[in-house]
Nanobody, 124 residues
Framework: QVQLVESGGGLVQPGGSLRLSCAAS????????IGWFRQAPGKEREGVSC????????DYRDSVKGRFTISRDNTENTVYLQMNSLKPEDTAVYYC?????????????????WGQGTQVTVSS
């Protein structure tokens, strides 16, 4: 059974950092693209970052480039999202997801299997 469990969310002040974890079970991470998405209140869910299973290549939305870093630990079967210099506009529920059709990151409109999400709140 495929399962993704996010953790690491919380309340942080602007300029602070958080590291989100996405622990996978039921499959091997390095065969699939894994994406991080977020959904803020009243807004549609948007893709934030992706890491390919095929070659480990990464992708970021423009608003998080230089601040967020996605990585993968194959021994732990876990994907991480290191978030630095956080801004209030980063506040959202963050989800990790498995691209069930593609091992390479090719956008955020694919067919995804979702985790339950973790809340990130950036506020003073």
């Amino acid at each position: 059974q495929v399962q993704l469990v996010e953790s690491g969310g919380g309340l942080v002040q602007p300029g602070g950092s958080l590291r989100l974890s996405c622990a996978a079970s039921g499959f091997t991470l390095d065969y699939y693209a894994i994406g991080w998405f977020r959904q803020a209140p009243g807004k549609e869910r948007e893709g934030v970052s992706c890491i390919s299973g095929s070659d480990g290549s990464t992708d970021y939305r423009d608003s998080v480039k230089g601040r967020f870093t996605i990585s993968r630990d194959n021994t732990e079967n876990t994907v991480y999202l290191q978030m630095n210099s956080l801004k209030p506009e980063d506040t959202a529920v963050y989800y990790c997801a498995l691209d069930v059709m593609d091992s390479h990151c090719s956008g955020y409109d694919g067919t995804w299997a979702w985790g339950q999400g973790t809340q990130v709140t950036v506020s003073s």
